[in-house]
């Protein structure tokens, strides 16, 4: 199984559309997790936090269930600048192993 | 403008000819790091370092060196460079795992 999965789509969504993407981890001990942006053959971009109380950006709310070992990203109302891949990363531990998901691909359509 | 800071953007070289691509980082950020991104693979750590001359292995570091004499730089060290390391490689730094990583602008690497 790997350490962290992702659906990596692609979601086709039009815009004004709310969309969530789920990541599963498999270590029960990870304890930092994000979620990243990343455009086209760009750098990828922290988008945010996810905090076990749940946390919300705008347009964007990140929730994490350590229980069933997942964290979600939900966006509302898409914009078509939202179209992107989005990152699913945990970190292990007290030191930064970091893993990513493989990413899931969002393009939101006129 | 705090940043990390990849050089060079593009290299195209040939097997087994030794190279190094140098990452610096402005924000005194203990913790610093290197990826791979393939496709269909996603990023994949190679290395990752806590602090001056403390660095540790990751998912994928044969055929990698790195080193951190100085906070602010991470240079990544191709000994003798493989066509299966043609890749694309990001660095990033952060203050604390809780923050999560600035990345790099990528360092695009052809070995021919």
């Known amino acids: 199984r790997k350490e962290v999965e992702q659906d990596p789509g692609p979601f086709n969504v039009p815009e004004g559309a709310t969309v969530a993407f789920n990541c599963t981890y498999s270590?029960?001990?990870?304890?930092?997790f994000f979620w990243y942006r990343q455009d086209c053959r760009k750098e990828p971009k922290l988008l945010m936090s996810v905090y076990s109380s749940g946390n919300e950006d705008g347009r964007f709310t990140a929730q994490l269930n350590r229980a069933s070992q997942y964290i979600s990203l939900l966006i509302r109302d898409s914009k078509l600048s939202d179209s992107a891949t989005y990152l699913c990363?945990?970190?292990?531990?007290?030191?930064?192993?970091?893993?990513f998901g493989i990413g899931t691909k969002l393009q939101v359509i006129p | 403008e705090a940043q990390v800071t990849q050089n060079p953007r593009y290299l195209i070289t040939v097997t087994g000819k030794k190279l190094t691509v140098t990452c610096s980082q402005n924000?005194?950020?203990?913790?610093m790091s290197w990826y791979r991104q393939d496709p269909g693979l996603g990023l994949r750590q190679i290395y990752y370092?806590?602090?001056?001359?403390?660095?540790d292995k990751g998912d994928v570091p044969e055929g990698y060196k790195v080193s951190r004499k100085e906070k602010r730089n991470f240079p990544l060290i191709l000994e003798s460079p493989s066509p299966n390391q043609t890749s694309l490689y990001f660095c990033a730094s952060s203050p604390h795992r809780d923050y999560g990583y600035t990345f790099g602008s990528g360092t695009r690497l052809t070995v021919v």
């Open positions: 370092s806590m602090n001056v001359e403390v660095t």
């Open positions: 990363v945990v970190n292990i531990g007290g030191y930064q192993k970091v893993t």
């Open positions: 924000m005194n950020h203990e913790y």
């Open positions: 270590n029960s001990a990870s304890q930092s």
